[in-house]
């Protein structure tokens, strides 16, 4: 879905995380964001901002990431 006025394309999760440069993340759920399962899909060098009260990244999973 594409909002031309906005020039803002909607798109799963996984698509985005394969594909932006920068992520900034606000949940107000406590069900996680960012899981073992798909935390190998944000892609070398992308910026991650948790922007959010609620832990939505498992630390020992962002911890593992950042170190490869």
């Known amino acids: 879905v ?6 803002v394309q909607f798109v799963d999760l996984e698509q985005l ?10 949940s107000g759920s406590d069900e996680p964001l960012i899981t073992k399962e798909n935390a190998h899909l944000i892609k070398n060098g992308a910026y991650f901002f948790n922007t959010s009260r609620a832990h939505i ?4 999973i962002l911890c593992e990431k ?3």
């Open 66 to 68: 950042l170190s490869n």
């Open 2 to 7: 594409k909002d031309n006025h906005q020039n």
């Open 57 to 60: 990244m498992d630390e020992a």
């Open 17 to 26: 995380l394969k594909e932006s440069h920068i992520i900034s993340a606000r």
